[in-house]
């Protein structure tokens, strides 16, 4: 079916006036008029999983309450900052929650990580900083355009990486019993102890009423007895999740390797029921070992996940949030992203926008809410950012307002990161003119820039049910175009599941 223009030209208007955030990389170099300052962080929101104490740290009230941001009018705001963030977790639960006929819950819809789900095939950089991508194009309503900034670090070989500590902490609660839970976990665990190289060690941590060490640090050497620990794995019990984290680190802290990289790994679906259930408790636990260099990986699994809580977890421990419902699932978690992507590339990074006020009237950041951060905050160091393994990606989306006839630099976008080892501070940018932006956004724009807008546009009306103007059927008309286009089955999944929306909703 042909594509409406009026209905996107109503679209970006109705975007432009929704409250919606958003955040990805960003860069900036040159043009120091249009240079700013640096960054804080606020923390994301919770609606499943334990409940959050009234006197709970300010990063997870925050969190809490994170809801979308409005436009920021350049005259009063023209610099947007936010921490990286690696999450795709929002995308997989809400295409397995549509996939079984439900809709998601809104607060479990975090649309810049619908966004980072879908390859983007930025160029990467040669050293182990980032690249830094800005692009846009013209939407048809009059002045309003799509910024996107994507930031991208250097894929490394699994065999030439540093070796690693890896601490895995198993929920064997009696809720992990349901088909594709522990059972999955287990076939996921087998596989990635015979992908990882000779020099890593593994330590195995059951935990339901109580936490149980099965393997203390063992070396790839004696897989034989990582096989079998992970074999006694069983279903019972309730879910003591901060039992199973509190053990996990102290292994890892004890085998602790300075050259190495340290890493506990949760496997759960989220629901602690015992133990302390407060976020206050579990999440302050989790910030201090992150501290120490031991960095955190949730795996989300279960048709009842606790999403926040799981999300928030990783945020606090320096980490990334994921989510595996299919086998499929699981070995691209395991058997292909994991061992590459052991190391860091990145502590503490960082993005900022600088908008041109001569040139750009308001803006809007897509997601991301989370994590925003002040602008002062962007180069404080004792700010917490996002933690950014090898050949990953990060964008962010941008709604923009130009003033009439605008001409000249349309935005700057600067990122910054500390070294994983020295943790000294670096930064790299780029600026990108009104006049690059390209004529049309679904004629002209790059195929994979479509892809994020439509992703994006669709993350929103689930959570909002509006969606920059934008309804389910022309989103799927834009979503099958484009997946003949760019010949890549997640893009045909997501018009797929758009069109699961359309008759679940």
């Known amino acids: 079916m042909k594509f409406r223009p009026l209905a996107i030209s109503v679209g970006i208007a109705g975007l432009l006036a929704l409250a919606a955030c958003g955040g990805g990389p960003g860069g900036t170099k040159g043009d120091s008029g249009l240079r700013a300052p640096a960054s804080s962080r606020a923390a994301p929101s919770a609606s499943s999983g334990p409940e959050l104490p009234a006197d709970a740290k300010p990063e997870a009230r925050a969190s809490a309450s994170a809801a979308p941001e409005e436009q920021k009018d350049t005259s009063a705001a023209q610099i947007s900052t936010f921490a990286l963030d690696v999450d795709t977790a929002s995308y997989t639960y809400a295409r397995r929650t549509l996939q079984e006929g439900r809709w998601p819950e809104p607060g479990q819809i975090r649309p810049e990580e619908f966004v980072n789900a879908f390859r983007q095939d930025y160029a990467q950089p040669r050293d182990d900083g980032f690249t830094v991508h800005v692009d846009g194009a013209m939407m048809p309503s009059h002045n309003q355009a799509v910024l996107r900034v994507g930031l991208q670090t250097r894929a490394s070989d699994a065999a030439a990486r540093r070796p690693a500590n890896l601490t895995f902490v198993i929920d064997v609660s009696g809720s992990m019993a349901e088909p594709g839970r522990l059972d999955l976990v287990k076939q996921s665990l087998h596989t990635l102890i015979d992908q990882l190289a000779p020099g890593d060690q593994v330590s195995i941590v059951s935990f339901s009423d109580e936490a149980t060490v099965l393997a203390s640090m063992t070396p790839l050497a004696a897989r034989t007895e990582l096989h079998a620990a992970v074999d006694q794995l069983t279903v019972a019990g309730s879910t003591n999740l901060e039992a199973g984290l509190v053990t996990g680190y102290e292994q890892a802290a004890k085998a602790f390797r300075p050259a190495a990289t340290n890493r506990v790994i949760l496997l759960s679906d989220g629901l602690a029921n015992q133990g302390s259930t407060e976020w206050r408790s579990i999440l302050d636990r989790v910030k201090e070992y992150a501290g120490r260099q031991v960095t955190l990986l949730t795996v989300g699994v279960g048709r009842d996940y606790g999403d926040q809580l799981m ?50 009237a308001g803006y809007q950041l897509i997601g991301y809410e989370n994590r925003a951060l002040s602008t002062e905050e962007f180069r404080d160091d004792n700010r917490d950012g996002g933690e950014i393994g090898p050949g990953h990606s990060v964008t962010a989306l941008y709604a923009v307002r130009l003033k009439p006839g605008a001409t000249g630099q349309l935005a700057q976008a600067t990122v910054r990161w500390q070294d994983p080892d020295t943790r000294n501070p670096a930064e790299t940018s780029k600026s990108v003119d009104v006049g690059a932006l390209t004529d049309s956004v679904w004629e002209k724009a790059p195929v994979r820039l479509q892809v994020d807008v439509v992703a994006a546009a669709f993350a929103v009306y689930m959570r909002d049910r509006e969606a920059f103007g934008l309804n389910l059927p022309t989103l799927g008309e834009q979503a099958k175009r484009l997946a003949g286009a760019a010949e890549d089955p997640m893009v045909t999944e997501l018009a797929g599941l758009i069109d699961k929306a359309r008759s679940v909703g």
């Open 311 to 360: 999300e928030q977890l990783a945020d606090n421990g320096d980490g990334a949030a994921v989510y595996v419902s299919t086998q499929e699932d699981a070995d691209k978690v395991f058997a292909s992203q994991l061992p590459a992507t052991i190391e860091l590339r990145a502590r503490d990074a960082k993005a900022q926008v600088v908008f041109n006020p001569s040139a750009v």
